[in-house]
């Protein structure tokens, strides 16, 4: 009756050609209506990307349709390409390579002034070291043994900043942000500041006069490392520790459905509290699932389809552009506006009922794929046996590694967890080829039928499904204020991204104020309070 119970699609091969044969007649019938010069056999074919869903048609987008027979009208996959690409992919390829060029040229541009600063820092010191031996050797003063201990004090102290200069500014970025971060920029400034003013006084008081003291010298460069270490320090303390401390509580509603969730954050510019929140986002926040939402549009547009106006006076008679035959027709569209309107305010008093039964049939309905499921998965893990050493060798054909015993059970289970996945509108977010993958890897570490249907039967975290679902997306911050400014209470902004937005309002965690109040350990007794009632 259904295709849902056909399992020829996800056997992946029988039922597929059976449908891919029916889908080229009738391909190739229209194709012979609309050209008549094309003779050849050979069908173009728009392949979908190779994570599409199994489950059921493309992933539904805002309020399009679901195809239910997906075993019927899936795109045969002929022999003349299976690597092409929509039109629509192309245009998105190409906007994504437009837009990455500046992010990218930002990124290499303040990567290479970083590496030119780091440079200049560690090139310096040795450069007042060596420029008095290249310049006037003859007249330097042996500093004998003195030296020798700064020579060894600066070898470890710039051993030491190298370190923690990589430790601190040469991590992987996480994000491409808006606007430069403020303390890094002031930390870079004040470094170059810094080494150029150490220049300055070097060129005037030593190059110039030609200085012979070589121990001084050798001190002056010290300095310059010890003054060097104590900026670093400055930097974790502006990059690193001055936001470890909650100042804030931030409320995060995603926009689509609803769901909430609230975070601390300490002193931070609005842009990095947004990078912030979208990590916690992928890691805390369900997936976002379209699909869920079309369900009370669909059922307003039922509502409103399921009312007719009749015009019981006849049609009005056409007229000229400005005559009383058009007057009349749009009074009488008025008119039929006015009485949809209250037609629709008369309805919505019984439409509650509609919505409750609804749910509940649907919920009776989830149960049902659910139990049904469930028994499939357990029936199909008593099939597997984990071979163990010491038991007799078998033949070569009986013994099977876990991608190979995956592909065994699965269709066993395919038509149960079909069925479920459409029902909880949860098809776009498993391929087959990831259920497979996720079977194996349930099969290699001896995991319960229960822990390989949590991740179907619960919705989790955006990480936890194909990258497809995350990785090209691109968020855009929306703020009244300047994202360089700080969090501020009652500061509101925006992370949007093309689906959904993230709505963000801040508060600030209120002053604590807290008193002692002292109890003598001594003061505890306690007196029997008997009635003439009491029995004892």
Not at 265 to 277: D, P, Y
């Amino acid at each position: 009756m259904d295709t849902e119970s056909t399992y020829s699609g996800y056997s992946h091969y029988s039922g597929r050609s059976r449908g891919s044969h029916r889908h080229g007649e009738r391909s190739r019938d229209r194709h012979k209506s609309r050209s008549k010069d094309s003779r050849s056999e050979k069908s173009v074919t728009i392949n979908t990307p190779p994570a599409e869903p199994l489950l059921g048609d493309s992933s539904v987008r805002g309020e399009q349709v679901q195809d239910d027979n997906w075993g019927e009208t899936t795109t045969a996959v002929t022999g003349t390409s299976e690597h092409s690409l929509s039109q629509e992919d192309i245009v998105r390829i190409t906007k994504d390579l437009e837009d990455s060029v500046g992010l990218d040229c930002r990124r290499y541009v303040t990567r290479t002034v970083a590496v030119i600063l780091g440079l200049l820092v560690f090139l310096t010191p040795l450069a007042f070291l060596v420029l008095p031996h290249i310049l006037w050797p003859e007249k330097l003063q042996s500093c004998g043994t003195a030296c020798e201990g700064l020579y060894i004090s600066v070898a470890f102290k710039l051993l030491i900043l190298l370190l923690a200069v990589w430790a601190l500014f040469f991590r992987p970025a996480r994000a491409g942000l808006p606007r430069v971060f403020v303390f890094r920029v002031l930390v870079a400034v004040l470094v170059f500041l810094f080494v150029v003013s150490y220049w300055l006084f070097y060129s005037v008081r030593i190059l110039d006069s030609q200085d012979d003291n070589y121990q001084g010298i050798v001190q002056y460069a010290v300095s310059l490392v010890d003054a060097l270490l104590f900026i670093h320090y400055l930097a974790v303390v502006l990059l690193e520790l001055r936001q470890l401390q909650p100042c804030f509580s931030v409320c995060v509603t995603r926009s689509s459905d609803g769901e909430t969730r609230h975070y601390n954050l300490g002193q931070l510019s609005i842009q990095r509290a947004a990078l912030a929140i979208i990590e916690h986002y992928y890691c805390d926040f369900p997936i976002h699932n379209p699909a869920l939402l079309s369900a009370s549009k669909s059922r307003a547009a039922k509502h409103l389809a399921g009312l007719k106006v009749y015009n019981v006076d006849g049609e009005f008679p056409a007229g000229p552009a400005e005559g009383p035959g058009n007057n009349a027709a749009a009074g009488m569209a008025q008119s039929q506006s006015r009485a949809m309107i209250a037609a629709a305010a008369r309805r919505r008093d019984t439409s509650h009922n509609e919505l409750y039964y609804e749910e509940a049939e649907h919920e009776r309905r989830v149960r049902k794929r659910r139990a049904r499921l469930v028994v499939a998965v357990e029936e199909a893990f008593t099939h597997i046996k984990r071979m163990q050493e010491e038991e007799p060798k078998k033949a070569p054909g009986d013994v099977m590694d876990p991608r190979e015993a995956a592909q065994a059970i699965f269709p066993s289970m395919a038509r149960a967890l079909q069925k479920y996945l459409r029902t909880t509108k949860q098809q776009h977010c498993h391929s087959m080829e990831s259920i497979q993958q996720h079977l194996a890897f349930c099969i290699t570490n001896n995991m319960t039928p229960k822990a390989f249907l949590e991740s179907y039967l619960t919705p989790g975290p955006t990480l936890q499904y194909g990258k497809d679902h995350w990785l090209g997306r691109r968020w855009t911050l929306i703020s009244e204020a300047s994202v360089t400014n700080g969090l501020k209470d009652g500061s509101v902004f925006l992370l949007k991204c093309v689906d959904f937005s993230l709505v963000v309002t801040a508060k600030k965690i209120p002053y604590i104020q807290m008193s002692e109040e002292y109890i003598d350990p001594k003061s505890h007794k306690f007196v029997l309070r008997l009635q003439s009632e009491t029995s004892v």
